[in-house]
């Protein structure tokens, strides 16, 4: 806990609001390329468009902002007014990262995967890929009804209604009580139960903070409530949004949690299918006719039906065995070092899916499809998870190859179909980009240095960018359509 007091006790002295206003200048910065005001216009004085070059990052910036609701004062307290102020806040920040630090040779390598969830996804940002994947998932027929029994308002108008919000915040600190009703005009109906979804008072969300804060080597990585309630009610009516890119995450990746907390059978019973329906359009969008798509059959016996793969994607190079699994990582993992139990039972799920389609891939290989039969060429299997994993550290996939060879043994599959066919794991926005490529270059000049040699393991994203740079420069939107219907539903 000694580490943290330095950091904390500067805090102390400075008022919550205007901190957090601070911050919202900074993130809106880094991410948005918004405007800094002169007091703030030191952080970036030669008006860098590299945010590496400037030394402070959206992560530190998210750590902080939980740190500020913590230990600023919600009422009295400095103000702000100049960019020094600031840095001093986020060197002490730095300082309690490397003082807090339990890291040393036998868990760097965990230690780098904590650090790929804290920092990969501020580096990536939300995309429209992101907001139109949300969109058109939640849209689908048995997924719009369990979000209207959610919001009371449709996935359409839950997703304008967070699109309009985060347009209005990007430009916004703070928005008056009535705004709700404001944009009705423009949207056709209040977003008023989306937004109290998404908001709290300070208090509330200081208690929050508090209590889920780690006071040991995790402290950088517990979890920020700004996660889970982006916008804040302050005393006056005014409801504040001090990180505009959490916003963003939380009405995209963030909606599963109130959909899964809201009845955990949404999950098998339509949010797995709608995300099935979503990757199967995404191979038609992709496939300019290079691909024969085959998508998920029976097979099987009367007495044990069965089903395929739910997509196998065929070129004249080889095969994709494709299998879409909801599969979201939860908190604990990314906050503690593997073999930590909480990360390990996390990595069982994913052994378990890979499990999945190696037995269905076993009997495939055995000639039990009616629909595919064993051509010759290569077969690769590869699992598609809403989430992204980031499992790129020897020490992670060490402990996710042993349960893997734990589920083929359950499964009673012989180990060597790894060895022969080894599996891969990416998001779905990473194969939204690589199928794409794979179309251009074939599946087997994309996959194979994936499932031999030094790349086993590599991420998708990684291996694209290292191995296939000028190819993603003709990658495009797979879904524009959903992209213009979005763009007019901007207020001003």
Known sequence: MEFIKPLRNYLRSYNCVSFLQAIWYLSNHLEFGGRLPPYLANSNPKGLKSNLALGFFLWELDTLSREVILYCQPRVGKHVTDWNQVAKAL????????????????????????????????????????LIRTRKIYRSAGMNDVV????????????????????????????????CENVVPLLGFNPRRVMENLTVDLAFIRKSAHDVRSLNGDWAYAFNPLWLHPLIRLEDGRIICPFPGLLARRMTDGLYFDIAGHDVDVLSAHMGPAYQAYIGE????????KFSVLP??????????????????VDDTATLFVETKLLKMGRAAKEYLA???TVTTQLAKLAKAIGQVYATLSDALAGQYHHWKPNGK??????????NWNLFTQTIHGVLSALVHAELDRRKIDRSIITDHQYVVCSANEFEVGIQVMHEVGIQPFIE???????????????????????????VPL?????????????V
């Open 91 to 130: 060197n002490l920040l730095k300082k309690a990262e490397v003082d807090g630090s339990t890291i040393d040779q036998h868990n760097i390598m965990s230690e780098m995967a904590r650090i790929a969830h804290r920092q990969f996804h501020w580096q990536q940002g939300v995309s429209h890929n992101d």
């Open 148 to 179: 209207r029994s959610v919001y009371g308002l449709s996935a359409e108008q839950v997703a304008l209604s967070g699109f309009a919000a985060l347009s209005t915040y990007i430009e916004h600190f703070a928005m008056t009580a009535d705004w």
């Open 282 to 289: 995404a191979l038609d969008r992709a496939n300019k006719g």
């Open 296 to 313: 998920e059959q029976p097979y099987g016996s009367k007495k044990q039906p069965k089903d395929a793969v739910d997509f196998i994607v």
């Open 339 to 341: 073999p930590d139990a």
């Open 378 to 387: 290569s077969v690769h299997p590869i699992l598609v998870t809403m989430d």
């Open 449 to 475: 240095p994936l499932s031999k040699g030094e790349k086993v393991g590599w991420l998708f994203s990684g291996h694209m960018r290292q191995s296939f740079s000028k190819e993603l420069l003709s990658v």
């Open 479 to 491: 879904f524009p359509e959903e992209r213009r219907s979005l763009l007019p539903k901007r207020p």
